[in-house]
């Protein structure tokens, strides 16, 4: 089948009270892992890569994309290809221009580093070029902390500036800072439950909620019922990718075959991804 579409995932669980997971994908194993675990569930996903990961690959962003790509068209559920956490201006249009060849069907627009009016000029018009193209936009207001200690803890996104923005902007979704954090080991962060529910309330578009997996999963499910609809996971899956690979080194001090402990790796994330979705149906 060809991906999915990002935005018809987000609309069909919003139409059923839940939420899309969207999962960050760093290496071609991250991608398969997670289409396992999703077709495991029988969910529908999408998979995400970061600008922070594209760096990683050397700028080469239709290389890992196409892998995305590839995986999500062979997959027997319904995966999107989303382009996450994009503050650079030339890479965001650059994903705008080859949106359709590289199978990318939305776009995170993160200008929340800017001050407040640098945000919405720079969002509303990556939004109208996006739009252009056909591309979901999502993109954050309230810095939402852990990303390498350049947001300030204890922000949070207020209901009425966050209006106001989406209205100026025209963006489809919208990241909101209410009490989680990116690349938390952890599972302890504590949402303002309240928060979620007034901004569900008073936004016409989706909220997604970034720094998942530091969240207990019963504060998941009750971030779902107050209206959050995109679920974004990352660190978890490196988590258990991770240990899978230092316990097989660890026990094979000989190993040079990478196959033998990225194969325990994908599993892991397989696993993880199948046990979230459980958790939280």
Not at 63 to 77: F, I, K, Y
Not at 243 to 252: E, H, I, K, N
Request: include cysteine; proline fraction near 4%; glycine fraction near 10%.
């Amino acid at each position: 089948m060809t991906p999915a579409r990002t935005g018809d995932l987000v609309a069909d669980a919003a139409r059923a009270g839940g939420a899309v997971l969207a999962f960050n994908v760093i290496t071609l194993e991250h991608a398969e892992g997670i289409a396992e675990g999703l077709e495991a569930a029988s969910a529908p996903g999408i998979l995400q890569v970061s600008e922070n990961a594209v760096r990683f690959h050397g700028g080469r962003m239709a290389a890992l994309v196409a892998a995305c790509r590839e995986v999500a068209a062979s997959a027997g559920v319904p995966l999107a290809v989303h382009l996450d956490h994009v503050q650079d201006d030339a890479l965001a249009r650059s994903v705008v221009a080859q949106a359709g060849r590289l199978g990318i069907s939305s776009l995170m627009v993160d200008a929340a580093h800017l001050d407040y009016e640098d945000n919405v000029a720079t969002t509303a018009d990556l939004t109208g070029a996006g739009h252009g193209q056909g591309l979901w936009i999502e993109a954050e207001l309230g810095e939402i902390g852990g990303k390498d200690g350049a947001h300030a803890p204890g922000v949070r996104t207020d209901p009425e500036e966050a209006a106001s923005f989406v209205e100026r902007t025209g963006v489809d979704g919208l990241a909101v800072a209410v009490g989680s954090s990116h690349a938390m080991t952890t599972a302890t962060a504590e949402l303002d439950l309240d928060l979620v529910a007034r901004l569900a309330e008073r936004l016409p578009v989706p909220l997604v909620l970034h720094g998942s997996s530091g969240v207990p999963v019963p504060a998941l499910r009750a971030a779902i019922a107050a209206g959050i609809r995109k679920i974004n996971v990352g660190t978890a899956l490196n988590v258990g990718y991770t240990a899978q690979v230092r316990q097989y080194l660890a026990g094979d001090q000989n190993v040079t075959d990478p196959r033998k402990y990225l194969s325990p790796a994908r599993a892991a994330i397989r696993d993880t991804v199948a046990d979230l979705v459980a958790a939280l149906s």
